[in-house]
């Protein structure tokens, strides 16, 4: 028979989905899904240079075109700082804002010093490992990795085919023999075998062009296109569908941007292995590493358990003593003023508290403490 614990949290889901339903009359489109986690005041932004090119490396572009776009600035010593969306997003943006990797690549350039920026959302270190491998292979003088430490992310686990689907259709792996590199290796061939298995399906529908049931599926839904606006909204439709119910399901037991986010030992530990391996491998390439506490709000109750904030604080001093590089610890340099919010994560709210993103003026007092590490590393 099931606890009471779980009997309350099932039903609880129940009727957030629900109040979800019953709620989705009165939401409007979120608009790009990859935005809508970020609030309507926090946008994506993507340095670039002065002649337009991009700087910052989003991974569902194609990597060989990135690198071939920022070719001019590889003869210098490079940067490469290895982020997740706190390094893409500015919030209350203004024409002229721009983010930490801007701001650095703008200061240092004039020095004849190039700093690069990847970034993923939620990116773990296992993402990060693959991101290092590739762009350590393809800038030649690549001096200094910058990998901001977020504990949230660590969390998370695998490598998304959303994002590394561009490396495998490029037929990229990994180098090293570690089981852990293997199984990255293993994930990023699939995503090749679906691009195949893709193609086999499109060129299986290929053969019904111009037969009766391709005639029949392309008139009822020119049909439905002309007389109902939803159906060629339906898939933005489908997304918002459940987004509420997402929001019904946080509404119905209390969930929010400051609720405690326990570790997950097992995916800790794995993305703690991915990181050791990325260092060892810039070890190997004399390639110096510089570890950041990144900056989290703490004008009100941040979503870590505190004890396990210090372990992780702690271990990874520990992994920078033994590994010999460079941890700072910079989680306190932006004011509570600077910080934004994110979208809603329960019903009948327009907003929560952000503890990831902030206005420009945060993203250049980053870029303002980091640039003498990043000098004295090199």
């Known amino acids: 028979m099931k606890s009471k614990n779980e009997i309350f949290v099932f039903l609880s889901i129940l009727i957030g989905i629900s ?3 019953i709620f989705m009359g009165n939401q409007k489109a979120t608009g790009n899904f990859e935005d809508a986690a970020l609030g309507k005041a926090t946008v994506s932004h993507y340095a670039t240079d002065v002649l337009g090119k991009k700087i910052h490396f989003l991974p569902k572009r194609n990597p060989a075109n990135f690198i071939a776009d920022i070719q001019p600035h590889l003869e210098n010593p490079s940067i490469l700082f290895l982020g997740n969306s706190q390094s893409h997003s500015i919030n209350q943006k ?23 920026t990847a970034s993923i959302p939620n990116a773990n270190m296992q993402e990060h490992h693959v991101l290092f491998d590739y762009f ?22 695998g490598i998304r085919e959303n994002y590394f689907k561009n490396f495998s259709d490029s037929s990229f792996h990994i180098s090293g023999e570690n089981k852990l590199q293997i199984e990255i290796n293993k994930k990023l061939a699939s995503f090749g075998k679906s691009s195949s298995d893709s193609t086999k399906t499109n060129s299986d529908f290929k053969a019904l062009e111009k037969t009766t049931q391709e005639i029949v599926e392309y008139s009822i839904n020119n049909f439905l296109n002309k007389k109902f606006s939803f159906w060629s909204n339906r898939k933005q439709i489908r997304g918002d569908y459940f987004t509420v119910l997402y929001r019904g399901r946080n509404s119905m037991l209390n969930i929010s941007s400051q609720t405690t986010r326990k570790m997950i030992k097992s995916r800790y530990k794995k993305n703690f292995k991915a990181l050791k391996l990325t260092i060892e491998k810039a070890n190997s390439k004399g390639i110096k590493t510089i570890l950041l506490i990144p ?14 904030y210090k372990v992780f604080k702690t271990e990874l001093s520990e992994l920078a003593a033994t590994q010999n590089c460079t941890l700072i610890d910079i989680d306190n340099i932006i004011e509570g003023k600077f910080w934004g919010h994110s979208a809603p994560t329960q019903l009948f709210k327009d907003k929560d508290y952000d503890f990831m993103h902030f206005q420009s003026e945060a993203h250049k007092i980053m870029a303002d403490t980091l640039k003498p590490h990043i000098l004295e590393a090199l």
């Open 19 to 21: 109040l979800g339903i």
């Open 94 to 116: 203004k024409d002229t804002d721009n983010t930490m990797s801007g701001f650095l690549f703008n200061e240092l350039i004039k020095d004849s010093i190039t700093f690069i």
């Open 136 to 157: 350590s292979k393809n800038i030649p003088n690549l001096k200094v990795l910058l990998i901001p430490m977020f504990m949230d992310d660590l969390r998370e686990t």
């Open 295 to 308: 900056p989290i709000r703490q004008d009100i109750k941040f979503p870590y358990d505190l004890n396990e």
